[in-house]
């Protein structure tokens, strides 16, 4: 906590004086670790996230799942006979600085494996650089299909948004029953775009409507003018999937405007900021996610369990995937034999059947697992399982 | 036809916070033919001051509970706010701009932008670069008019952007400092010889420009739920364009700039597409440089050789 605590903190600072490169934030999980890392007892793994910004909530959670999954994997002698120990840089939520610190991981930090980021533009910018330094990484939660495109280095461990669209389309409409829906994306952001274009494509074969198409871009304040043109079309909810800062106040603005229809939305609602900025306005709406917390096997259970003991609250479904990312690249070193980035990607690459807390993973082709979705109803300020379904 | 009055009540109710901020512009830009481009953390501060101060004054205790807040206290919040802004506003120039008052334009144009930068950043470091939740100094009330919903908070922005201009125009046009500041702004040497403290008159055309600020960073706040620190450096943009638009220099053309950039705003993000709302104040920003360059309501100044 103390550690994570100096993460954060180095982290405002960068973006305080607003340093071109990351300057050394880095924290071990070991203590008293030194960047001039033996590298004989010593498997250094990197993470890059938004530690500060509008998403810092997203960069939060994550690294306290993956150092959870990492102490535990210390606790039980380390990999290989080594001990695993994480860096972790603030990207601050942009795409120039997400490739910084990729960069900095690898030239600076010399570590053998690269966990992040959660937003899909950010996992872009973070991914290219590793798979041209041929270092694999794992995002824990970008959904975006182009994230693994980028090459054979680049894995993630959560469905992609053709499936996560065509989940919250069929609770639509066959869940819920409606026939008119709005979205309303943000154009600035590769995540809503792709799953909105996804959830339309899939809405639309169900016959369904989509009665109209706005647009917001990420740090916008005001969106009235959005909320206001949807009011006059008779839809009967607004697909808004954003990340939870905009939706928020998205969600205040339909109420204030007298627009009284749920909200639905993908896994970049997760957060317990959702409900601080949401209010009362945000009940009634309903998301998509990898994991209820409130409905889990018995291994997520331990999960939340040791989770809300370290760190005095339940995690989201970002600290689970944390977890999860960090947990299938330490099987895969196990694997591996070796600390070697090429033998780690193959690795990862042969991951089948691996028991996560959100689900059985099994790598495909195209470097993406299989696995289900559930969808969360938020009631009184807190997210509630309300069904799950298959691919 | 509901759907464009609600539009164009948004605009307008955008539009008076654009023209609060604008007003500071223009006042420091016609005294001393200077862009402060610290004004939109002026109005950042005066945001974060309402935040801090309702928190001190317990909302989260009214909120808690669904109670209203008292009006008394969100009195005291809004002059605590317009008050510290002053405070910042008098601070930055006498430490930044009084050093190059008579320098070359150009260094105190440069100087503001560094002004800027910093108060932007120290915002971060103090406040946390993350979005905060506005809390609720108004509690909502929402009328209906035939499908038109107006709310007590844009009501109330309406009514405390109107009673400040008219505080303004009254201050500028009746009072003795308000004269000596026409005086200036037309002549700041010959105010000088006629016994004139100028610099005092300066230090007071800081300290109601930023306090007209910190209104609108309260407001801004109601309005937009969430604030955080770089939210002064578009909306202070879009209301330097407001000061532009309207005449630079000129207190009426301020206000009439904001309200027609807000409803410009509102407009497009409506009927056209939201990616355009920011792009529609800076073509007007360029189509007003290329056909009036003096602004709607400004005047050509004969500039003395």
């Known amino acids: 906590m103390r550690s994570l605590r100096r993460t954060f903190i180095s982290g405002i600072c960068l973006a305080a004086f607003g340093a071109v490169g990351c300057k050394k934030s880095a924290t071990s999980t070991s203590a008293g670790g030194s960047t001039a890392a033996d590298r004989a007892t010593e498997i250094i793994i990197g993470h890059y996230a938004s530690m500060t910004g509008s998403t810092a909530h997203f960069g939060q959670d994550t690294d306290r799942g993956i150092r959870l999954a990492l102490v535990e994997a210390n606790a039980k002698g380390g990999v290989l006979g080594k001990k695993l120990r994480l860096v972790t840089l603030d990207d601050r939520g942009d795409s120039a600085e997400a490739a910084n610190a990729v960069n900095r991981l690898i030239d600076v930090e010399k570590v053998s494996a690269v966990l992040g980021e959660v937003a899909s533009s950010l996992s872009l910018a973070g991914g290219r650089v590793a798979q041209r330094r041929k270092i694999p990484m794992i995002s824990p939660t970008s959904t975006n299909p182009k994230v693994t495109e980028v090459g054979d280095y680049v894995f993630r461990v959560c469905f992609i948004d053709p499936f996560q669209g065509k989940v919250m389309a069929t609770f639509a409409h066959d869940y819920l029953k409606l026939t008119k829906i709005a979205i309303l994306r943000d154009v600035k952001n590769d995540y809503s775009i792709g799953l909105a274009d996804a959830f339309k494509a899939s809405f639309l074969q169900m016959s369904g409507n989509v009665v109209a198409e706005q647009a917001y871009s990420q740090n916008d304040t005001d969106f009235s003018a959005q909320v206001t043109a949807i009011r006059g079309t008779g839809a009967q909810a607004i697909f808004v999937p954003g990340y939870y800062s905009e939706v928020g106040s998205i969600a205040r603005t339909a109420a204030r405007l007298g627009l009284k229809i749920p909200l639905l939305g993908g896994d970049g609602w997760d957060s317990p900021d959702l409900f601080t900025i949401g209010g009362d306005a945000i009940n009634g709406s309903y998301f998509s996610d990898h994991f209820a917390p409130d409905v889990a096997t018995d291994k997520a259970k331990r999960f939340v369990a040791s989770f809300t003991t370290e760190y005095g609250q339940a995690p989201t479904g970002l600290g689970a995937l944390g977890y999860e990312a960090a947990e299938v690249l330490v099987d895969a070193i196990a694997r591996a034999g070796k600390v070697e980035p090429t033998a780690i990607r193959d690795a990862i690459a042969h991951t089948k059947d691996f028991e996560g807390v959100t689900g059985k993973i099994t790598m495909d082709a195209h470097r993406n697992p299989l696995k289900s979705a559930v969808v969360l109803k938020i009631e009184g300020g807190k997210a509630k399982f309300e069904t799950s379904i298959a691919p | ?305």
């Open chain 2, 1 to 305: 036809m509901t759907q464009l009055l609600q539009q164009i009540i948004n605009g307008l109710s955008l539009g008076s916070i654009y023209a609060l901020i604008a007003l500071g512009y223009t006042m420091v830009y016609g005294i001393l033919k200077l862009i402060n481009f610290a004004h939109g953390e002026v109005f950042m501060v005066g945001a974060y001051t309402g935040y801090y101060s309702a928190g001190a004054l317990g909302i989260s205790a009214y909120e808690a509970q669904h109670r209203d807040f008292p009006v008394y206290l969100g009195l005291i919040v809004l002059v605590t706010a317009m008050a510290t802004a002053a405070l910042l506003g008098v601070l930055i120039e006498l430490l930044a701009y009084r050093p190059v008052r008579n320098a070359p334009r150009l260094t105190p144009l440069i100087t503001a932008i560094g002004v800027s930068l910093f108060l932007q950043n120290a915002g971060m470091l103090l406040f946390s670069p993350n979005p905060q939740r506005y809390p609720a100094i108004l509690s909502e009330v929402r009328f209906e008019f035939f499908g038109v919903i107006v709310t007590n908070i844009k009501l109330t922005i309406f009514v405390v952007a109107l009673c400040l201009m008219l505080g303004l125009h009254l201050f500028v046009q009746k009072t003795w400092t308000g004269r000596a500041m026409r005086a200036l702004s037309f002549n700041i040497d010959a105010a000088k010889l006629m016994g004139i403290d100028t610099d005092n008159v300066i230090r007071s055309t800081f300290a109601v420009g930023s306090a007209l600020a910190a209104a609108g960073g309260i407001l801004f706040g109601l309005d937009q739920i969430t604030i955080n620190p770089l939210m002064g450096v578009l909306t202070g943009l879009k209301a330097f364009v407001a000061a532009v638009l309207g005449g630079i220099g000129s207190i009426p053309g301020a206000v009439v700039g904001g309200l027609l950039i807000g409803l410009a705003e509102q407009l497009t993000a409506g009927y056209l597409s939201a990616e355009y709302r920011d792009a529609i104040t800076f073509v007007i920003l360029i189509l007003i440089l290329l056909l009036k360059p003096e602004g709607l309501l400004g005047v050509v100044r004969v500039e003395k050789v």
